[in-house]
């Protein structure tokens, strides 16, 4: 066990800028611990330099303060301003709320996203079409077309600092009949031109020629040269990992219980289900699927978020399309698609299906059959398409039919960032500019952060060293330094799923059953020796949910504290 | 290191391979491991009654003077023209070592076929594995004796793992592939049930359970050819050889359960690699 003797001054807490201990990677969450149990609750910041010692940068205002530690004793003082109430606390870790937490974080605030699951992006950020959308379809006037038109000029250099897998491939909406081709030129140029978005009609000839396995009996098609193709999990982590780099705290494991306004209306206080109070001058509720039922805790009853399913086919045949192919839409989807993705293969989908359930992501054999049917129509050759995964994500369809991104009617305390149905990934950008933007329009003070960290640094790349390369996935061909550099990186998580988004180990045709055990010793080794602590403290692996045990731990879970 | 035969794989077929190489005077030969040991897909449950050759085989393998590299994969493969020899990038736990070889065996034996292969649907909780995947995380001690198990008896791999894992789940429910189809996985974290539905009556039933061990068919463990004109199937990955185990690269063969020959319960790989190894000793 590591101990460290901590000497706190607590009487260093007058600053008017909090300061701050960046912490990450090795021994982190020891440290975490350590300084929540003598009362420092700001937001922690350490570096990690090796095994044996962590260097701690304190910045108190233009003062740099440097302290090492050593096993078993500590050499230096923290002056630690102890202020446990919280700027802005975000309420879930999925593509909207990780990209409002990393806007957040440019700035001088003391911030916090909770999510409750043991990582980010475990709920409709990670299984939907993966397409970063211009927007041309949009409702011109929304809110929705509104983040769409701002997360436009935002995603060029977001992709770039945060080093996104992205394929600009563009998309064609084809025109299977005259009726169609007349819609498209009718209503989807007009609206696109009113959107500010570049589209272009083509002909049959050139449709076919760049997707050759696109049915003949098409007329023609809208290009929409904008669109692309990312990796929703590299966007929701490389927020979150930024946000972290600049000082927000993460807390994943325990979800919203309940938020409890302060008597004299001064801050929330937002009770996670493992009891633990968090006092917050403002709350940002990016809850997704859950977000009425946060709103529901301010008696904020003015929308409802019913889950509408989505079930995807993801083959690695090689098809014959270039870009993203999708029908003219309808009124409940924006249809069935195939679409490239960015590690290679194809994705068919979405279906479109109401349900009450918010967790059942299960996948049909009505729905498979729907994807294909849908598919077919397009590319009339996919039946032939083998798979080696399916999988559903559930939109969060809202009762006012357009995002809402607004200060909760009942708590000015609480801004609302829900209602995303089917463009968040896209939007996310836009949409964490509007929640700036409302925040600043309140009491806090938002200066702008002078080191803020802008830029993703290389932490999840090819490991370099054969003398780590011992291969452990096998169909993918993913390295023991990969998955540790996986555990290291700032964002770690110890679930399989964790693991899986962060290196693609398991996602070959095996889907994990050739490596998992293999992972769980390279991930036991690590933890062990790093003495980082499982996923919510789980001694039984967990695949990505909570409650999700692979196994059960030799001895039995039962003994557990 | 230059070698007359290198055979990747050190399973079955491989070690019957060698065995054959070392009873024909062949001196420079290499074996390459993916897993610390060597036995292939039977080293869970070898101790099993279904494995009685195999153990043999096992036995027989634990003297010979080869060199075995085990926790190590073949990651480049650049084949020689004319007489010059194939060169093998092989990574290992500490380095990438090169090796020149004349001859190649792929003895590299397959994977079992997922749930997900067969687009089963329903959630995609845990608790859902393949019966290798059981039998190493028993071996590591990980427990699985809670809650009821179904296991899916399609061929000899998961009757070993049957019997192997018998006293280390719980209640457990055994399922005929030839009786019955698994229909849909209910559960979102956690397996809660299945619906199998009888071929033979075409009724469905839900059995509640908290783990299934499903596996059917195979995929050759062929990743590391991806690039090369070695022929696989495009469903299953095997390689496509002739009878004499030879692919489409002069000096390269192939023999066991990572070709289109061989079988999911890996039944016909002694014999196989048997017949190629003497096919190809005969011409080294």
Redesign the interface.
Known sequence: MFKVKLMIHKEAAQGSLPERLLCYGDKAKTFRRLLHYVGAVTPIHCLMIDKTKLSFIIKKQTKTIKCNIKQNQWNGKVNIVVDSLRDVVVIGGGVVGTAIVRALSLYNMSIMLVEKQHDVCEGTSKANSAIIHTGFDAKPGSVESDCLRRSRELWPELIGALKIPFLPCGAVMVAASETEKAKIIEHYVPNAEANGVEVRYIEKEELLEMNPDVSEHNLGGLVIEGEGICDPFWVTRAFAQLAELNGAEIRFGSGVERIEPADDDSHLVIVLEDGSEIRTRYAVNAAGLWSDEIADMVKDESFVITPRKGQFILTEDTLGISQIVLPVPSPSSKGILAAPVVFGGFLLGPTAEDQEDKWDRSTTDDGMEAVLNGVEKLLPGIRSATTIRQFAGLRAVCSTGDFVISPSPRSHRLIHAAGIRSTGLSSSPGIAERVVELLRSTDLIMTERSEAILELPDLLGESDAASNGEIICLCRSITRGEIERALSAPLSSTTLDGIKRRTGAMLGECQGNGCIPKLLDVMESFTASRGLAKAGGEEAPLKGLRESYIAGQAGGRDNEI | MKYNLTIIGAGIAGLTAAAKAYASGLERVLLIE?QPVIGGFTRGYIETSFFETEQRLLSECAALPYTIMT?S?V?GFFTGDGDTPHQLFV??????EEIQTDYILIASGA???????W?I???????V??P??AV??S????????GKTMIYMADRRSHGAAEYLADRLGETIQVSAEDFDIE???G???LEGVTIRSVITGEAERVNCSRLLF?KGR?G?T?FLKGLPVERD??T?CIITDRFGATGIPRVYAAGSCTQLGDDGHTSSIEMASEVADHLLAKI
């Open positions: 993916h926790r994969t990651v990574q290992t736990p500490t380095e990438t994977m079992e076929k997922p749930r997900e292969a687009r649907s329903g959630g995609r909780p845990a608790g594995m393949t290798a995947m190493e995380l071996q590591r001690g990980y427990r699985l004796d809670e849909h996985i209910h979102t974290a956690q596996a995929y463990s990743f495009e469903s990955l």
